[in-house]
T-cell receptor, first 109, second 114 residues
Framework: GQNIDQPTEMTATEGAIVQINCTYQ??????LFWYQQHAGEAPTFLSY??LDGLEEKGRFSSFLSRSKGYSYLLLKELQMKDSASYLC??????????WGAGTKLIIKP | DAMVIQNPRYQVTQFGKPVTLSCSQT?????MYWYQQKSSQAPKLLFH???????NEADTPDNFQSRRPNTSFCFLDIRSPGLGDAAMYLC?????????????FGPGTRLTVL
């Protein structure tokens, strides 16, 4: 079966750095997405990786290793507004998005 | 601004009373999706339309149906809502199906079943 694993919850301090990991096992691979979802709101797109390596976008970076079935989202200079769930999703060989359950990130002052 | 709009944002219905959720988009995207998301769970794909081509996920209950009368609008009908259908229903669009195309989500409709 297809599976996306990410930690259920993480806690970090304002101003610090946090890394949210995602491992996947899917039928084929056509890219990996990270979405941010604030409580009670819709997911919003953060990043897309299809080649190995690091993609940087401001305070957020996303890394992919296809051989290891592994990705991480790195958030720097954490702000209170970064408190949200972070969803990892992989597009499989049928171009369907397979979603993880999300990592709830709690930022403390 | 181009966007995905869902109405209503909050919907309350009685057990067994049919309900319709609506989604519209001004992005002129070809693909529209309906997801169900329960608390602390991954979004679960119910249906998607590639233009007028309807795709029903294998495990979507028969209680759920969808209509896409034109490019801009898509509806989710729940024929006989049960308590287990209480969830956030998310509509999303993408320009094409698959590849690098990002899905853009509406704000969601939170359904409560009494």
């Amino acid at each position: 079966g297809q599976n996306i694993d990410q930690p259920t919850e993480m806690t970090a301090t304002e101003g610090a750095i946090v890394q949210i990991n995602c491992t996947y096992q899917t039928s084929g691979f056509n890219g990996l997405f990270w979405y941010q979802q604030h409580a009670g709101e819709a997911p919003t797109f953060l990043s897309y990786n299809v080649l190995d390596g690091l993609e940087e976008k401001g305070r957020f970076s996303s890394f992919l290793s296809r051989s290891k079935g592994y990705s991480y989202l790195l958030l720097k200079e954490l702000q209170m507004k970064d408190s949200a769930s972070y969803l990892c999703a992989v597009m499989d060989s049928n171009y369907q998005l397979i979603w993880g359950a999300g990592t709830k990130l709690i930022i403390k002052p | 601004d181009a966007m995905v709009i869902q109405n209503p944002r909050y919907q309350v219905t009685q057990f067994g009373k049919p309900v319709t959720l609506s989604c519209s988009q001004t992005l002129n995207h070809n693909v529209m999706y309906w997801y169900q998301q329960k608390s602390s769970q991954a979004p679960k794909l119910l249906f998607h339309y590639y233009d007028k081509d309807f795709n029903n996920e294998a495990d979507t209950p028969d209680n759920f149906q969808s209509r896409r009368p034109n490019t801009s609008f898509c509806f989710l009908d729940i024929r006989s809502p049960g308590l287990g259908d209480a969830a956030m229903y998310l509509c999303a669009t993408s320009r094409v199906r698959g590849g690098t195309d990002t899905q853009y989500f509406g704000p969601g409709t939170r359904l409560t079943v009494l």
